[in-house]
């Protein structure tokens, strides 16, 4: 994988115990990936942060998985996440 900028941010739970995560590289693309199994994990690579999340949402929608598990980091509760990036400085408030 490209050296990535240190800005892990979940996106959504995949039972009993992994997540799908996105980070910005140093390249500017984002690299998409789940942390099921053992790593080397494979990862995705988007130019730009409006494909990576249609694919986070897509990939999420695909599984069935409960609405409540999808819970992306780095946005306030009323931003857009399909056309904001994600700020590791903002969470999701409950």
Not at 28 to 43: C, H, I, N, R
Not at 52 to 64: G, T
Request: glycine content about 6%; hydrophobic content about 30%.
């Amino acid at each position: 994988m490209e050296r990535i900028n240190g800005q892990f941010l979940s996106h959504y739970i995949i039972p009993p115990d992994a997540e799908c995560i996105a980070t910005r590289l140093v390249n500017k693309k984002w690299a998409v990936w789940t942390d099921e199994g053992q790593p080397p994990f494979q990862y995705k690579e988007f130019t730009k942060w409006t494909e990576a999340i249609k694919f986070l949402r897509n990939k999420f929608e695909n599984r069935y998985y409960p609405e409540e598990y999808w819970g992306p980091e780095g946005f306030g509760l009323d931003d857009d996440i399909y056309s904001l990036e994600p700020n590791k400085n903002k969470q999701l408030e409950d």
